[in-house]
């Protein structure tokens, strides 16, 4: 039967240091205090504030730098990126990124992309959601799960603008519109939740009708663009051809109409003149005849070749003749006065 021995006393230790109750005590405390101050120090990044909260309830909102609060769970400090943007991926990923609710895992994505447009037909639809972090404070203490929710009501957005517009628009004409209603859909539901989340943009990326029908929605593309083609050359040509006629047909209506005016203010001036001489021939009807005798003369005269003047009085006119004229040089007509 073993025989009950009294604990050995503490003793001094291989560096002359004798262990204590007390002395073990006091490290626990020391080491207790280190852990507690060190946990109690955080760093808020430049991007960043923290949101601190005292055993669940909001304290107040740090900058980013070097921070203390209590430690052992009695305060807590969330990290929120407020001066990043980042983004959702729909139907895509982008692989390396440090947001876990950026993407979703493969099985996921193909049935996110996969639609159904207004006219039932079935379109691959791939786009993403930037945002930004507005209001900390709400962003942390509204939803469990902000992000994972955005994702939710942003695909559910996209469904329904997609379920509103037919294939066509889906794939063609549409992607701007769709964007921008997208958009002021998602935002005005993410303010009405204050989730405190600013929604900066959403942008489809690729829209693909399924690979079983591809092919055929490809060539229907082709003869739709080739018919817009089409309509644009012909309209071009149009703006061509008609200004330009339209300009001739302008242009010879006003030379008509100059020439009609021309014409008129001749035979009104041919007429003005005509009453003129024929006042002055009733004055002196010998002395008018006479004037528009020779004034006819002066210009018919000049350009009557080899020509010959006689003096009624001369008796012969052989010694003044000259019978090597020069021919008559032709002068403009005197203007009628």
């Known amino acids: 039967m073993a025989s009950l021995r009294p604990p050995p006393l503490p003793g001094p230790s291989r560096f002359g240091i004798t262990i204590t109750p007390r002395l073990i005590l006091f490290g626990v405390g020391a080491l207790f205090a280190l852990i507690g101050i060190f946990s109690g ?5 430049t991007n960043s504030v923290a949101v601190v909260q005292r055993f669940g309830g909001y304290l107040g909102t740090t900058q980013p730098g ?4 209590l430690p052992w769970g009695i305060d807590t400090a969330t990290i929120v990126e407020v001066q990043r943007q980042q983004k959702l991926e ?5 692989h390396g990124a440090s947001n876990l609710y950026q993407y979703s895992e493969y099985d996921e994505q193909q049935r996110e992309k996969n639609m159904v447009t207004g006219d039932l037909n079935a379109v ?4 993403e959601v930037q945002y930004h972090v507005e ?9 469990r799960e902000p992000l994972a929710t955005l994702r939710d009501l942003t695909e559910a957005i996209m469904r329904e603008v997609v379920g509103d517009r037919t294939v066509d628009e889906v794939l063609t ?4 519109e769709m964007e921008q209603k997208a958009l002021e859909r998602l935002r005005t539901l993410v303010d009405s939740l204050d989730m405190g989340l600013r929604i900066d943009l959403i942008q489809l990326g690729n829209v693909n009708p399924p690979a079983m029908v591809k092919a055929s929605f490809n060539e229907v593309n082709s003869a739709q663009q080739e018919k817009e083609s089409a309509i ?11 200004p330009r006629a339209r300009g001739e047909a302008v242009q010879k ?5 100059g020439y009609a005016t021309k014409r008129v203010n001749e035979a009104e001036g041919d007429a003005a003149r005509f009453n003129a001489l024929l006042s002055e021939y009733k004055k002196a009807p010998a002395v008018t005849r006479k004037r528009m005798y020779l004034e006819t003369m002066g210009e018919i005269l000049p350009y009557v070749p080899g020509k010959i003047i006689l003096d009624d009085r001369a008796s012969s006119f052989l010694p003044l003749m000259n019978l090597r004229q020069a021919a008559p040089q032709k002068t403009e007509p005197a203007p009628a006065r």
């Open 124 to 127: 691959l639809v791939e786009w």
């Open 173 to 176: 004409i549409g992607r701007q």
């Open 135 to 143: 209001d900390p404070v709400a962003y942390v203490f509204n939803f």
């Open 66 to 69: 070097l921070h203390f609060k």
């Open 253 to 257: 209506i006003s030379a008509a109409e």
């Open 90 to 94: 729909f139907g895509t990923a982008t």
């Open 41 to 45: 120090i955080y760093q808020v990044p």
């Open 232 to 242: 644009n050359q012909a309209s071009g040509e149009y703006n061509r051809v008609v």
